[in-house]
Nanobody, 126 residues
Framework: QVQLVESGGGLVQAGGSLRLSCVASGRATSSYAMAWFRQAPGKEREFVAAVTWNSVWSYYADSVKGRFTISRDNAKNTVYLQMNSLKPEDTAVYYC???????????????????WGQGTQVSVSS
């Protein structure tokens, strides 16, 4: 079993930045991709970004490319999401995910696999 705890959310003005962190415990995550998803009120949970187990590949939703950067520190069992140039449409609860497919390095991350954190709220005012 893996427990995930996200932090770093908050209220920021449009154009501002936030850095989300997610710490995993209960099992090492170094063999699994880690990802961020988000869910806005009334909408389905959507993929934001993922980083492969060895940090060789990272993938982004088109809506965040060039503004968000995902990274991980396997020694700390932690994944980060640096969010710059935030827009009001980025407002959502952001969830951390640990994939359950060992050594998966592809670009498909449906919200079906692995473990989830409790989420952290990101609100961007215009």
């Amino acid at each position: 079993q893996v427990q995930l705890v996200e932090s770093g959310g908050g209220l920021v003005q449009a154009g501002g930045s936030l850095r989300l962190s997610c710490v995993a415990s209960g099992r090492a995550t170094s063999s699994y991709a880690m990802a961020w998803f988000r869910q806005a009120p009334g909408k389905e949970r959507e993929f934001v970004a993922a980083v492969t187990w060895n940090s060789v590949w990272s993938y982004y939703a088109d809506s965040v490319k060039g503004r968000f950067t995902i990274s991980r520190d396997n020694a700390k069992n932690t994944v980060y999401l640096q969010m710059n140039s935030l827009k009001p449409e980025d407002t959502a609860v952001y969830y951390c995910n640990v994939d359950s497919r060992p050594f998966y390095s592809g670009n498909s991350y449906p919200p079906l696999y692995g473990y989830w954190g409790q989420g952290t709220q990101v609100s961007v005012s215009s």
